[in-house]
């Protein structure tokens, strides 16, 4: 097995100003050394790592890093900067950097060495001899000198499975008497970094409060389960993770702080304080089969930040689960009117009325089963934003919610209401104590009665009636856009949707055009036309710039480019996010002026459209099909046009790299 890191790989005196230009620096050591194989390639894989959530934590330490389709070792690159770099961690910047590789196929002796480099970075001893050292070798060494023992007073026995407290937390620091249980689940995207250092930094924290605390690290080297006697026993579960929790429905009926993987690094000690309230107050959570109730806030429910991530996710999930219905519903819908035309709308039921040979029976049948689909559109959106803030038991309030914003008009916008109201509910009824013996039948029972009949008279009595009202003013906007007001929302649009690709407001967007098509109007049609014509734009402008100036791509991306054009064409706009992430700076602003155009000209030609997806495989349903591809076609070529001439300036003032090799393009600056 190779070593994980020499002196060839260590900077004692790196020079670098931004995260990206470190990660070069000391991946450019990496391809010296043979450890990866495209320089290119891996660093769009360390950005597209960065963008997930920045790696810098507290106490002046970065820590890049990804697995990689271009790295042949585990590999571990240390530079350190005197003035620091700004990794994004909330104390300032880091002046060690660490940048970790790993295969996308690392077995997991590597994968282990790593997780125990990475408890060890919990160590202020460690780091602050890495600070003193002036020799790359020593401080090489000082790196893999105790790679298999992580950091703490006590080894862990087994470090696949993850970093336990037990015996050492009630051996140091509990009283007499019963000692204080905790079970944990650490886990980042990567899971190679991240859910190792929250593990220890958990465990050193409990150790400090005479907790027993026993771990879980769902990670790259292992995930070995916490054994169920444990999580009996338990008296509160700490989750610090940033990818979902596996099995979750173990810890059901325990009193849960469900956090990110950062807190569990930064707030050990918090957490720790917040899990012993909620045991004491008595509140526990259902998570069978679903998330657990969200405390409001890490250790402690006042950070706003952290508050609005939150939303952001209870949103997202509720259009997730309403995408589906978009597709199928849309599609069919579309397809009747291909088949039969417009008035096929109209038409009667088919359960009274079907003619085999007939094709207006077929579109009509096509048309009435999509309508069918599409009634479910609100009600669903509501029903699992209410599931992704407090599971199961608000499911059925979210559902009664948006059924109700049906009914009293209040369309899109009500749905979102009732969503958010009935997970709100939800949730306050949670936190109530009740009787050990009502436990059973709340979650099945008393939480979907209260919280259906809270949500009800909300809705129907308290804020149904201005949402409706306000549902109506968008529609009648809507209807009524021409000119220059009709241009700015298309403009607004485009940007939405160019600038995420695929992300939160790229989903707000589309949601939005989506809303319309439940009950549609020519001023909805143009939105959800303006909307699949931007969002087309940054795959297809991606595409073609890989095409005519390839030289200013990596190999990698010029191969993602060839995928972009089926990805554009099909209103994927997902497709340009491998060289987002690669080059945030010149890709998404060029993007999103290309989308600005294309959705400013669709509403200036009058386009519409009643498809909610499918690309250009829907233009004949669209209005206007040539004007709108012109659209697309303008949109694609300047941002195509300004994502090569930003390139292109970047390359201009870089050092040429030698005749023999390929040029190397930065990541990002």
Excluded at 128 to 141: M, S
Excluded at 478 to 491: E, F, H, K, R, Y
Excluded at 585 to 597: E, F, N, Y
Excluded at 610 to 634: C, N, S, T
């Amino acid at each position: 097995m190779s070593e994980l890191i020499t002196a060839e790989l260590v900077d004692l005196d790196l020079s670098a100003e931004t995260k990206y230009d470190a990660a070069r620096s000391l991946a450019e050591r990496m391809v010296t050394g043979g450890r990866v194989t495209d320089l290119d390639g891996f660093l769009a894989d360390v950005a597209a790592r960065e963008a997930q959530m920045p790696t810098g934590l507290d106490g002046g330490i970065g820590i890049p890093h990804c697995r990689s389709e271009h790295v042949t070792a585990p590999t571990l690159a240390f530079g350190r900067s005197e003035g620091g770099i700004d990794f994004g961690a909330a104390d300032g910047p880091a002046d060690l950097i660490f940048l970790i590789a790993a295969p996308a196929g690392a077995d997991d002796d590597h994968l282990t060495i790593l997780s125990a480099l990475a408890r060890r970075l919990m160590d202020p001893d460690f780091t602050g001899a890495l600070r003193a050292e002036r020799d790359p070798d020593a401080a090489a060494a000082l790196i893999r000198g105790k790679e298999a023992v992580p950091a703490g007073p006590a080894p862990d026995p087994s470090p696949a499975g993850g970093a336990t407290a037990d015996g050492t937390a009630s051996d140091s620091g509990a009283t007499a008497g019963e000692p204080f249980r905790i079970v944990a689940v650490t886990s980042c995207p990567t899971g190679i970094a991240h859910t190792y250092m929250a593990a220890e930094s958990l465990a050193a924290a409990a150790r400090a409060e005479g907790v027993v605390l026993d771990v879980e690290t769902q990670g790259s080297a292992g995930f070995e389960r916490l054994a169920p006697a444990l999580i009996a026993a338990a008296d509160a579960v700490i989750w610090a993770h940033d990818v979902e929790v596996r099995e979750k429905a173990r810890f059901d009926g325990k009193a849960i702080v469900d956090t990110g993987v950062k807190a569990g690094i930064n707030r050990p000690a918090a957490l720790i304080a917040e899990a012993r309230r909620k045991a004491e107050r008595g509140e526990t959570s259902a998570v069978a089969g679903g998330v657990a109730q969200q405390d409001g806030g890490a250790a402690g429910g006042g950070d706003h930040a952290h508050f609005g991530i939150r939303l952001r996710t209870y949103l997202m999930s509720g259009v997730s689960y309403m995408v589906p219905f978009v597709a199928a519903g849309g599609l069919l819908i579309a397809l009747s009117f291909a088949i039969g035309g417009y008035e096929i709308a109209s038409a009667k039921s088919v359960a009274d009325h079907f003619v085999w040979g007939e094709a207006d029976s077929w579109a009509a049948l096509l048309n009435q089963i999509g309508t069918a689909a599409f009634a479910f559109l609100v009600p669903v959106l509501a029903g699992y934003i209410a599931y992704g803030m407090a599971d199961r038991p608000a499911l059925v309030p979210g559902f009664v919610g948006g059924a109700i914003a049906l009914t009293i008009n209040a369309g899109f916008l009500g749905g979102l209401a009732a969503g958010l109201l009935a997970g709100g509910a939800v949730m306050a009824i949670q936190r109530v104590k009740v009787h050990p013996t009502l436990r059973g039948i709340m979650p099945v029972l008393v939480i979907p009665l209260l919280a259906s009949v809270v949500v009800g008279f909300l809705m129907f009595i308290v804020v149904g009636k201005p949402i409706a009202s306000l549902q109506r003013a968008l529609t009648d906007g809507l209807n009524g856009l021409s000119g220059s007001n009709a241009i700015i929302l298309g403009i607004v649009l485009g940007l939405m949707m160019c600038f995420d690709m695929g992300g939160p407001l790229n989903k707000v967007a589309y949601a939005f055009a989506v809303g319309g098509l439940a009950d549609p109007t020519p001023g909805s049609l143009k939105v959800m036309a303006a909307v699949m014509a931007a969002g087309m734009v940054p795959p297809l402008a991606m595409a073609l710039a890989t095409t005519v100036r390839g030289r200013l791509f990596s190999k990698t991306e010029r191969e993602n480019g060839r995928a972009a054009w089926v990805l554009g064409a099909s209103f994927i706009s997902e497709g340009a996010i491998p060289f987002a992430a690669a080059d945030p700076l010149r890709v998404i602003p060029s993007v999103m002026a290309g989308g600005a155009v294309t959705g400013a000209l669709s509403m200036a030609f009058g386009c519409t459209l009643r498809a909610p997806h499918g690309g250009i495989f829907v233009v004949p349903l669209i209005g206007d099909p040539f004007l709108y591809l012109l659209a697309i076609a303008a949109g694609t070529a300047v941002a195509t046009a300004l994502v090569v001439l930003l390139k292109g300036m970047r390359r201009a003032t870089e050092a040429p790299a030698p005749a023999t090799e390929e040029p190397k393009i930065s990541v990002a600056a």
